[in-house]
């Protein structure tokens, strides 16, 4: 094992500092302290980071180091370290190297021997965890799926029977095909905590099940960012998706057989339906009216 104390080595130095996720009172002393005395603050994105500079009145200089310039800008911020340099590198929004391109210059540095200190600071998915009621350890964060339906189908399947909650990022215009995603090979009666805006003047947290936030995205105007927190796996209620005694039937006459075998209503048995088949009431009320008439 190789020690190293953060505190006691000297000169070019890396710090990962933690920036708001929304309010700008997220940020920390410590983390302006830091801001203010390295020589260059590396951004994902200079046009957000110089508003919070601009804010706390911080004057040290920008660079810019995203996913497209990850060569070029960490050969800058290597070569700065090795003059003697002090540099922080911070995110949009939340702590650096979760979810964006800075744990490849984090590891970097580690192997060229330069310091690398954390600042901590906010961060979405731990703020949305421990205010969602779930279950809050053991827990899993994964971040966003791909964008591959293919790819994500097989990220979902690694997870979809893991006790941990689980803890998902989601863009406003993918929510709806995300949690579709999840629905198709995740019982539909798991809850879910839908974590929207968090720290901003919008923020909110939606409770619930997995196919009550799939009714609630299409019939909701969608704005914001999202943390999914979902329900770890217990096996209960769980839906053999592969051997489904529905399977071969249509959705009018799935309904019909569970009213007749269960003497039930036809609005029971619509939402019966849409929990086996993971799909919103909506859609199988829809599709039950169509095929019927």
Same mark, same amino acid.
């Given at each position: ?5 953060? *505190? ?7 710090? +990962?500092?933690? @920036?708001?996720?929304?309010? +700008?009172? $997220?940020?920390?002393?410590?983390? /302006?302290?830091?801001? &203010?005395?390295?020589? *260059?603050?590396? !951004?994902? $994105? @200079?046009? &957000?980071?110089?508003?919070?500079? &601009? ?16 060569? *070029?800008?960490?050969?800058? /911020? ?8 002090? =540099? *922080? ?8 190297? /979760? ?6 210059? !984090? @590891? ?15 961060? !979405? ?6 205010? %969602? ?12 799926? %791909? ?7 097989? #990220? ?23 949690? #579709? ?10 809850? =879910?905590?839908?974590?929207?805006? +968090? ?10 099940? +997995? ?6 995205? #299409?019939?909701? &105007? ?13 096996? !209960? ?12 039937? %249509? ?5 019909? $057989?569970? /009213? ?5 209503? %036809? ?25 019927? $008439?």
């Amino acid at each position: 094992m190789k020690s190293q104390k953060s *505190a006691e080595l000297n000169g070019g130095k890396l710090f +990962l500092v933690g @920036t708001p996720i929304g309010n +700008l009172e $997220d940020i920390t002393f410590r983390a /302006i302290r830091i801001l &203010n005395e390295v020589d *260059a603050i590396a !951004a994902e $994105d @200079t046009r &957000n980071t110089i508003k919070l500079c &601009n804010h706390f009145e911080i004057k040290t200089p920008l660079i810019s180091y995203h996913e497209h310039n990850l060569e *070029a800008g960490g050969e800058r /911020i290597l070569a700065m370290l090795s003059s003697g340099q002090s =540099v *922080a590198l911070v995110s949009d929004a939340g702590m650096p190297c /979760i979810s964006d391109p800075g744990a490849d210059i !984090a @590891t970097k540095a580690i192997h060229a021997g330069f310091d690398v200190v954390p600042v901590p600071g906010a961060n !979405a998915a731990i703020s949305a965890l421990v205010a %969602s009621g779930l279950t809050s350890q053991p827990f899993m964060f994964f971040g966003f799926l %791909s964008r591959s339906k293919k790819e994500r189908r097989l #990220q979902i399947e690694g997870f979809k029977e893991r006790e941990e909650t689980i803890l998902l990022y989601e863009a406003p215009h993918r929510l709806k095909e995300t949690l #579709q995603a999840l629905s198709e090979q995740i019982e539909g009666t798991r809850k =879910v905590v839908l974590a929207r805006e +968090l720290t901003k003047r919008f923020e909110e947290f939606l409770r619930g099940t +997995l196919e009550e936030a799939i009714d609630w995205v #299409q019939s909701n &105007n969608i704005r914001g960012e999202f943390c999914i927190v979902l329900e770890g796996y217990d096996g !209960a209620n769980a839906v053999d998706f592969e051997e489904a005694w529905w399977e071969g039937l %249509s959705i009018s006459d799935h309904v019909s $057989d569970l /009213i007749e075998r269960k003497g039930i209503r %036809s609005k029971e048995a619509i939402r019966e339906v849409a929990t086996e088949r993971m799909m919103s009431k909506r859609d199988v009320y829809q599709a039950y009216h169509v095929e019927k $008439d």
